[in-house]
Nanobody, 115 residues
Framework: QVQLVESGGGSVQPGGSLTLSCAAS????????MGWHRQAPGKQRELVAR???????NYANSVKGRFTISRDNAKNTVYLQMNGLEPEDTAVYYC?????????WGQGTQVTVSS
């Protein structure tokens, strides 16, 4: 069982920055495909960014150029650096791990962008 714990959410003004972290249990973190998803009120959960075991990344069009996903396999942690935050980025952000066809989700962390 993979356990994921997100942290780093909070409230910021438009244009601000936050860095989310997701710490994973297990000794084979380097084999997990990792991703960040978000869900805004009244909307479906959507992919924000993902990073493969080889470090390849892809992003939702809405966050390209503003968000950066990275991973530190030595720390069993994946990060989401968010710059230029907009009110539309307000959502609960979830970390997800994929391993051998199984999905594992964190509990989520709230990000609120407002003036």
């Amino acid at each position: 069982q993979v356990q994921l714990v997100e942290s780093g959410g909070g409230s910021v003004q438009p244009g601000g920055s936050l860095t989310l972290s997701c710490a994973a249990s297990g000794r084979i973190f380097s084999l997990y495909e990792m991703g960040w998803h978000r869900q805004a009120p009244g909307k479906q959960r959507e992919l924000v960014a993902r990073i493969t075991t080889r470090g390849n990344t892809n992003y939702a069009n809405s966050v390209k150029g503003r968000f950066t996903i990275s991973r530190d396999n030595a720390k069993n942690t994946v990060y989401l650096q968010m710059n230029g935050l907009e009110p539309e980025d307000t959502a609960v952000y979830y970390c997800k791990a994929d391993f051998l066809g199984s999905e594992h989700w964190g509990q989520g962390t709230q990000v609120t962008v407002s003036s």
